[in-house]
């Protein structure tokens, strides 16, 4: 079946240094999504992906899908407080008629001031 | 403003009794899931419903009940027989099944005891 490792678990940063959370795929993916979830919070749609090796950009955020598609990238440039939470990939998989949708495990971001 | 609204925020119950999760939204989306997400993890899919009157189980669907009588309403019963119901509960509705992004609800947590 397929698998989708979400790496790190836990990343702790002084503010200011860089963050990267990686999703990695055994078989090709059709799409990926990323969201954020705040601590106490619930998740938000930041961006989908869904060509070969599309980067796009939101401010100090940089999303990349491989261009195999297995694989799936979020960099942060400078962290910031506001940063903090956790990030999570996500792709759909076909179920009958429909698709689901399945979350990593997610990446917790600490930023320390 | 259009959104999904979950009830109540907290919720508390003994062992033995079953309780329902409301969520509501109006955004005129099709698609409503509910997820859980134990503290640390990721999220898990319990029921989705691509239609009114239609819904299909997840990944971890047993222990639980749903129903789509309304575009707008998708409440969740979390039965006795669930061995480990303490948890987040996370509503979300999307524009249909396909790659669409996830809206998110505020979420409820259930804690039994």
């Known amino acids: 079946g397929q698998q989708v490792m979400q790496i790190p678990q836990y990343q702790h940063v002084q503010e200011g240094e860089d963050f990267t959370t990686y999703c990695n795929s055994s078989t090709t993916l059709s799409n990926i999504q990323w969201y954020k979830q705040r601590p106490g919070g619930h998740p938000v749609f930041l961006i989908q992906l869904v060509k070969s090796g599309e980067v796009k950009k939101q401010k100090r955020l940089t999303f990349q899908f491989g261009e195999a598609k297995k694989n799936s990238s979020l960099h942060i440039t400078a962290t910031q407080t506001t940063d903090v939470g956790t990030y999570f990939c996500?792709?759909?998989?076909?179920?009958?008629?429909?698709?689901?949708?399945?979350f990593g495990s997610g990446t917790q971001l600490t930023v320390l001031p | 403003d259009g959104g999904i609204t979950q009830s109540p925020k907290y919720l508390f119950r003994k062992e033995g009794q079953n309780v329902t999760l409301s969520c509501e939204q109006n955004?005129?989306?099709?698609?409503m899931y509910w997820y859980r997400q134990d503290p640390g993890q990721g999220l898990r899919l319990i029921y989705y419903?691509?239609?009114?009157?239609?819904?299909q189980k997840g990944d971890i669907a047993e222990g639980y009940s749903v129903s789509r009588e309304k575009k707008e309403s998708f409440p969740l019963t979390v039965t006795s027989a669930q061995k480990n119901p303490t948890a987040f509960y996370l509503c979300?509705?999307?524009?249909?099944?396909?790659?669409?992004?996830?809206?998110f609800g505020n979420g409820t947590r259930l804690t039994v005891t």
């Open positions: 419903s691509q239609i009114v009157n239609d819904f």
């Open positions: 955004l005129n989306h099709d698609a």
């Open positions: 979300a509705s999307s524009m249909g099944m396909g790659n669409s992004p996830l809206h």
């Open positions: 996500a792709w759909g998989i076909s179920s009958g008629s429909a698709r689901q949708l399945t």
